[in-house]
């Protein structure tokens, strides 16, 4: 009998294993989790690069308007009777602002309104509150001490003179350290869209804090814009709540940026 050997070399199972499967797996996770932080801070510093740009177009727009009229642009015209802002108008109290009827309209663009910051969740805001303040973009205005004429008694206390004009604007002694509008936002029973920035203080009130509404919303940073005309980020670090509300506006990264804890950032003076 004869016996052939053969010179072939045993090939190995074309399928892949369990365990290979396993280590790809593996192997993609691992990736993952070092790569989507990256990705997720990326998609937010794009996304806070289009609000900066969005907060100077409305800096801007109000330059334009102070150009032409000789004051800012009213914060709120008519205050008491709750129909006019910045960014908008309604017809009634119980409707929302009707965005592109606001004093800006003509130096805003073709729509007229003013364009949202991305980060802000304006669409989820709104079908949860009503988003009667839908248009301001997410942004808030100096109402306080620019969307009003003021005039100061020696005491320190402001009176609002008229607040269907804003203030002149060579009466800002220091433009580069002056907030004009700034992120914002609300904590209501949740995260309000709120079109105005408010000091730390009611300037016709000086020891009556208010409720923040500056929204540190861009990882934990707050796009500012300043009456020079430059726009840079900064870091909350105080907030406070009145017990008014049922928010907690800490917790929503709501609350004031600097370390003087006064109006300095908003006054006039």
Not at 87 to 108: K, W
């Amino acid at each position: 009998m004869t016996l052939t050997v053969s010179n072939r070399v045993p090939q190995p199972p074309s399928g892949v294993t369990l365990l290979e499967v396993l280590v790809v797996v593996s192997m993609i996770s691992i990736l993952a989790s070092i790569l989507l932080p990256g990705l997720a801070a990326a998609r937010e510093q794009a996304r806070a690069v289009t609000c900066r740009s969005n907060v100077s177009q409305i800096m801007l727009a109000n330059t334009y308007y102070a150009q032409e009229h000789g004051v800012y642009c009213p914060g709120a015209s008519g205050f008491l009777k709750n129909l006019h802002r910045w960014h908008g108008a309604r017809g009634r109290v119980s409707e929302r602002f009707e965005p592109g009827r606001g004093p800006l309209e003509a130096y805003l663009g073709a729509e007229g309104e003013v364009r949202h910051c991305p980060t802000f969740p304006a669409a989820e805001t709104a079908a949860r509150t009503g988003g009667f303040e839908r248009g301001c973009g997410g942004y808030g205005y100096n109402q306080a001490y620019l969307g009003v004429q003021l005039r100061r008694f020696a005491s320190g206390e402001y009176v609002v003179e008229d607040d269907r004009a804003g203030v002149r604007a060579e009466l800002v002694r220091r433009p580069a350290e002056t907030l004009m509008f700034a992120d914002a936002a609300f904590a209501g029973s949740g995260l309000i869209e709120y079109s105005f920035a408010e000091p730390r203080f009611h300037p016709q009130f000086p020891g009556l804090r208010l409720d923040p509404s500056i929204h540190f919303r861009h990882r934990r940073l707050a796009n500012v814009g300043w009456c020079d005309g430059h726009v840079d980020s900064r870091a909350r670090s105080f907030s406070w709540s009145s017990g008014l509300y049922t928010g907690d506006p800490q917790r929503l990264e709501i609350g004031w940026f600097g370390t003087s804890d006064d109006n300095r950032f908003f006054d006039l003076e």
